[in-house]
């Protein structure tokens, strides 16, 4: 079964860092663009990183450059989400989620993957 997983989430206080996890099995994420995604109480899911599978091009949304880097450990069939500075606006559910369409990253929306992991919750406090 086709599965992507999250992990690392937790409680952490304003201006505190985390990283997220997203770890395939049963496919091989170096094939696909994968992205991370967002959601909060009362919001609609957002995409907030993307990196592309051929040119390793990314995005960002605007609430979160310069402090959320997306990369990759192929090894580890894994992708990281890195949160730095770490505001009152980022708790939500992360997702992580795969497409193969090329133009995912430059047109982020949740019709378009294909594989969802189940999330993992952020919380910032204090």
């Known amino acids: 079964q086709v599965q992507l997983v999250e992990s690392g989430g937790g409680l952490v206080q304003p201006g505190g860092s985390l990283r997220l996890s997203c770890t395939a099995s049963?496919?091989?994420?170096?094939?696909?663009?994968i992205a991370w995604f967002r959601q909060a109480p009362g919001k609609e899911r957002e995409g907030v990183s993307c990196?592309?599978?051929?040119?390793?091009?990314?995005y960002y949304a605007n609430s979160v450059k310069d402090r959320f880097t997306i990369s990759r450990d192929n090894d580890k069939n894994t992708v990281y989400l890195q949160m730095n500075s770490l505001k009152p606006e980022d708790p939500a559910v992360y997702y992580c989620?795969?497409?193969?369409?090329?133009?995912?990253?430059?047109?982020?929306?949740?019709?378009?993957?294909?594989?969802w992991g189940q999330g993992t919750l952020v919380t910032v406090s204090s």
């Open positions: 989620a795969v497409s193969r369409w090329a133009g995912i990253c430059g047109d982020l929306q949740t019709r378009y993957l294909e594989v």
């Open positions: 049963e496919f091989t994420l170096d094939y696909y663009n």
């Open positions: 990196i592309s599978m051929s040119d390793g091009w990314t």
